[in-house]
């Protein structure tokens, strides 16, 4: 089993993203997100689930413009 991320913040940092930009990708409101990012354990495994495959996406794209 991988382990869970949790730092959700310093990825969608990383990639350059606002919290609106992310909250998009998971289909969620800028607020819904930001309570995420403050207590992770409250959001559900199946939007967790989505923002790993987003964030794992754009990191890939952003290697590929590398």
């Known amino acids: 089993m991988s ?3 949790k730092e959700f913040r310093t990825e969608r940092e990383a990639l350059n ?3 609106q930009d992310a ?3 998971i ?3 800028r607020v819904t997100y930001s309570k995420y990012e403050d207590d ?3 959001m559900p495994i199946g939007k967790y689930e989505q923002l790993m495959r987003e ?3 754009l990191r ?4 590929q413009e590398q």
């Open 27 to 29: 289909d969620v409101s």
């Open 23 to 25: 909250a998009v990708l």
């Open 17 to 19: 993203l606002s919290q």
């Open 3 to 5: 382990e869970i991320n």
């Open 55 to 57: 964030f794992a996406r």
């Open 60 to 63: 890939k794209l952003k290697e």
């Open 40 to 42: 992770p354990d409250t």
